[in-house]
């Protein structure tokens, strides 16, 4: 484990459903990220928390909706996805202090819309 | 073009090998990363640097900043070691300055 933990680690919904993929992390960091990564793509960006407030959202469907209640846990709330949605989501969080950003990743969750 | 170019794409090596792999940016950064991902698909952060040299173990990973070019060498290299290395920095572009942006990474295979 990395001090970073999230659930499910798999996950196959129909895009009618709607489901709630979590972090959580207890290693005192004060900024979360969701990130996705497709097939044969590089990692993108979707979504940045900083002290609970969110910082960055890089364009990303309203299909997705990330919560962060407080700095130790990140949701992305899914509703409606599409089959190109299917990806492997992974979480990351960081201690955001000086310039100097170590991040830590959770495993992901590989999510298949079907 | 991607902001973080990565080379090569793909490597096959030998047991014992010496490997590196490079990495080019064309962004102001304030620190590059250098992370390991195995199939299943988490992520390790290897290295984060914004000068000069960093070794642990076997890896080695230095920077450029000049140049905008880094390098993650491996030594004596291992079928363990076989994975997809990721380059990615981060830095005052815009927005929230700690979002990570990746290159394509590189998919390593190290033969015994």
């Known amino acids: 484990e990395t001090g970073v933990t999230q659930t499910p680690r798999h996950l196959v919904m129909g895009m009618t459903n709607k489901k709630s993929l979590k972090c959580e992390q207890h290693?005192?960091?004060?900024?979360m990220y969701w990130y996705k990564q497709s097939a044969k793509k590089p990692l993108e960006l979707m979504f940045v928390?900083?002290?609970?407030?969110?910082?960055e959202n890089n364009s990303v469907p309203s299909r997705f909706s990330p919560e962060c209640p407080n700095s130790s846990h990140l949701f992305l709330h899914l509703h409606t996805l599409q089959p190109e949605d299917s990806a492997l989501y992974l979480c990351a969080s960081s201690q955001v202090s000086g310039g100097n950003y170590g991040y830590t990743f959770g495993s992901g969750t590989r999510l298949t819309v079907v | 073009k991607n902001e973080v170019e990565q080379s090569p794409q793909n490597l096959t090596a030998q047991e014992g090998e010496f490997i590196t792999i490079n990495c080019s940016y064309s962004?102001?950064?304030?620190?590059l990363h250098w992370l390991q991902q195995h199939p299943g698909g988490g992520i390790v952060s290897l290295f984060m640097l914004s000068s000069g040299k960093k070794k642990h173990g076997r890896l080695i990973a230095t920077i450029n900043i000049q140049e905008k070019h880094s390098s993650l060498h491996i030594t004596a290299s291992h079928p363990r070691d076989s994975a997809v290395y990721i380059c990615?920095?981060?830095?005052?572009?815009?927005?929230?300055?700690?979002?990570?942006?990746f290159g394509t990474g590189t998919l390593l295979a190290v033969q015994p």
């Open positions: 990615a920095v981060t830095g005052g572009y815009g927005g929230a300055t700690n979002k990570l942006i």
């Open positions: 928390y900083n002290f609970k407030e969110q910082t």
């Open positions: 962004v102001g950064i304030s620190a």
């Open positions: 290693l005192g960091h004060n900024a």
